[in-house]
């Protein structure tokens, strides 16, 4: 609980039929870290791993996440497991842009079909107001003008008088509406089928009525294509999935078998498991291997870093998010997670201080904890801030910012009683994090830390102490103590700092003082629910002003609510990340990456 | 003294207080933003230091209540 988990550093040699078999073994116990072989290991002769095809999965991977990108496909549900995950989704992926691309074309065509037919439907209204000789027979083309000049030349010379009605609508097409007498309708038709151009004819509502039946036809064309096109994700998504993740599994175990070596018959494993999960890996490897294997373990040195892993009881591991939050604390570093697990709650519940808001943020939390389950840790945290804020809401006597039960302390009348408290518990928290880095760096035997970063600090407090109180030491020494243990530590920070870290010593204060914020939250979410009652008492003396009054009772509780819940929360964070932590905490660690090969898109 | 006059420097401290520190919070949550733009990992930490300039606008909010616990006669000199 107060320092990260033990681990062994393990060496494994085992023969090399069973590495696969022992890989996915223990990608699905989810107990080790691979790592590579250092140079203790150099001199030892090794032969390549035969099997890489790391580009090919790497480039099967792209291509399956372009087209989730491109088609926008959510997560499926799982799908049965592929014996060539890498082929199979080439094809896959191949199939579906064909797919997708031809229907895309056919929208694309009919859209621009429709865009075109759109133009002449309003063209032909745009004439509406023009008086037409309604027996004359009308056609209605679009040609470029090259096409329409020779269509001319033979118009002319076959003797067919006509007007024309035109409108340039794009580049050099031009769509025009041309008025001939009936008995001229057999010649001009076989013209216009000379020069291959489509034509509707008829009166103006004939062809008006052929355009608006051509577009309600191309309109259900391009809606059945989007449909497929939309049907398109759901239909591959399951498959999809499972084959992304079949081939991400495959470029895992790639990976970490470069990190072994190889003779002909054997691999060499090398390996961090924590001591706890030794004995579960030694069953484990004897099962793959039927007992045909060498192993050895020792705990690791100093220079190999080590990574960490956090080892807190059940109510302390939500708060381990907030230290990952900051960052991991070294291998041999004290884990404050159950410093953090019992002061921010406290912390939390003093700023927020009302039973009301603790009620909601408990519903809230128990919501979150039920719906949302990846939110689990910080529910689990956020469930026992509530517990605090309901507790500490009871003291405060505050529902809401009403009062039923006198109240222990009541922020809004003894404010100077809350500021107190909130710099006695910073005194505390600020010396209790320096013990905590006193043995550390006992531990650690890191004397240059203890001296510089926590020694001066204590000394520096105890010439203050004995400033203020003086009779402390009287009749023990007749020496100055006072003056040499708050000079002491000045000089030894300017030889060791230099001149301008002398401010430090006033920075030490005020991350003291700097805990009074508990007090300040306390008091503005009382003052604000103070505020908000008080309006309501006001406006229900009105005529029906108690549904108005019962507005601003929801509407300003709930902003009263979520706001000081965030300040709250951000403060007690800050107070640890900046006061607390900043006191010890040099946080060098690096998490345990454990080996997984855990499945949740393929059967 | 005049409960007046230490009602205006109630609101001095927390008037002046928190336009320096909302000047300051906008500057650095600015900053925070852009690094998280970058990074998504620095969320937590740049959000600590975002919130960092809003520590004096607490010390005026605190030296505002010891005024007014002061014109009220709830500590005495």
Redesign the interface.
């Known amino acids: 609980m107060f320092i990260p988990k033990q681990l062994y550093e393990v060496v494994l040699i085992i023969p090399q039929k069973y590495t696969d078999k022992l890989l996915l073994s223990l990608g699905n116990e989810k107990i080790v870290q691979f790592k590579e072989f250092d140079e203790r290991f150099h001199q030892i002769p090794s032969v390549d791993f035969p099997e890489i095809r790391t580009n090919e999965a790497v480039k099967a991977l792209m291509k399956l996440d372009h087209i989730i990108d491109k088609l926008k496909i959510s997560e499926g549900k799982p799908a049965k497991a592929s014996k060539t995950p890498i082929n199979e989704a080439n094809e896959l992926v191949d199939k579906i842009e064909i797919r997708y691309n031809k229907i895309e074309k056919s929208i694309n065509e009919n859209q621009s079909v429709f865009d075109e037919l759109d133009l002449s439907v309003e063209f032909l209204k745009s004439i509406k107001k023009i008086k037409l000789k309604e027996e004359n027979l009308f056609f209605l083309i679009e040609t470029e003008d090259s096409v329409w000049n020779d269509l001319l030349k033979k118009i002319k010379k076959d003797n067919i008088s006509f007007s024309m009605l035109k409108r340039r609508i794009s580049g050099d097409k031009v769509l025009r509406l041309i008025s001939i007498k009936q008995t001229n309708e057999t010649k001009l038709s076989k013209l216009l089928n000379s020069f291959k151009i489509h034509s509707h004819k008829g009166t103006i509502k004939d062809i008006e009525a052929q355009i608006k039946t051509v577009l309600d036809s191309i309109r259900e064309k391009i809606r059945t294509s989007k449909r497929q096109l939309e049907h398109l994700p759901k239909k591959y998504a399951d498959e999809i999935y499972s084959l992304r993740e079949q081939i991400q599994l495959e470029l895992t175990i790639m990976e970490n078998k470069r990190k072994f070596l190889y003779s002909e018959f054997t691999s060499l494993l090398n390996l961090w498991i924590t001591k706890n999960d030794f004995k579960k890996f030694k069953e484990c490897v004897k099962k793959v291997t039927n007992n045909n294997f060498v192993i050895y373990n020792q705990y690791p040195k100093i220079k190999d870093n080590p990574p960490t892993k956090l080892s807190n009881s059940l109510i302390f591991k939500p708060f381990e998010m907030l230290l990952q939050g900051f960052s991991l604390p070294g291998y041999r570093d004290i884990d404050p997670t159950f410093i953090i697990a019992l002061f921010f709650p406290l912390f939390f519940g003093i700023m927020l201080s009302d039973v009301g808001y603790g009620l909601l943020l408990l519903i809230l939390s128990l919501f979150l904890l039920v719906k949302k389950k990846s939110f689990k840790d910080f529910a689990q945290m956020l469930i026992i801030c509530a517990i605090a804020t309901i507790a500490i809401g009871f003291y405060f006597g505050s529902w809401f910012g009403f009062t039923f039960i006198e109240p222990q302390l009541n922020p809004l009348k003894k404010p100077i009683e809350l500021i107190i408290i909130s710099l006695g518990i910073g005194v505390f928290y600020v010396n209790l994090s320096l013990i905590i880095g006193l043995v550390q760096s006992l531990i650690k035997k890191d004397w240059n830390f203890l001296l510089h970063e926590i020694l001066i600090w204590l000394i520096f407090e105890f010439g203050i102490i004995f400033l203020i109180y003086p009779k402390l030491f009287r009749g023990y020494t007749t020496l100055p103590l006072h003056i040499i243990f708050i000079i002491g530590p000045i000089i030894v920070r300017i030889f060791s700092k230099g001149i301008l870290n002398i401010l430090d010593f006033s920075k030490f204060f005020s991350t003291m003082i700097s805990f009074v914020r508990i007090s300040a939250l306390a008091m503005s979410t009382t003052w604000i629910s103070f505020a908000i009652n008080l309006i309501y008492r006001l406006v229900k003396q009105f005529p029906k002003g108690i549904y108005i009054g019962i507005a601003v009772l929801i509407v300003g509780h709930l902003f009263n609510f979520a706001f000081n819940t965030f300040g709250s929360f951000l403060q007690a964070m800050r107070l640890h990340y900046v006061e607390f932590l900043g006191q010890f905490y040099q946080g060098k660690g690096h998490a345990m990456n454990l080996f997984s090969l855990e499945k949740k898109y393929t059967l | 003294m005049d409960v007046n006059i230490i009602a205006l420097g109630a609101g001095i401290a927390i008037g002046v207080s928190a336009l320096g520190s909302a000047i300051g919070q906008g500057l650095a949550a600015s900053a925070a933003a852009g690094a998280v733009a970058e990074d998504e990992s620095l ?3 740049e ?2 230091f975002a ?2 300039p ?2 004096q606008a ?2 005026g ?2 030296i505002a ?2 005024l ?2 002061f014109a009220f006669g ?2 005495t000199l």
Do not use: C, H, N, P
């Open positions: 969320y937590v930490k959000l600590t919130v960092l809003e520590t607490i010390y909010f605190i209540m010891i007014i616990a709830l500590i």
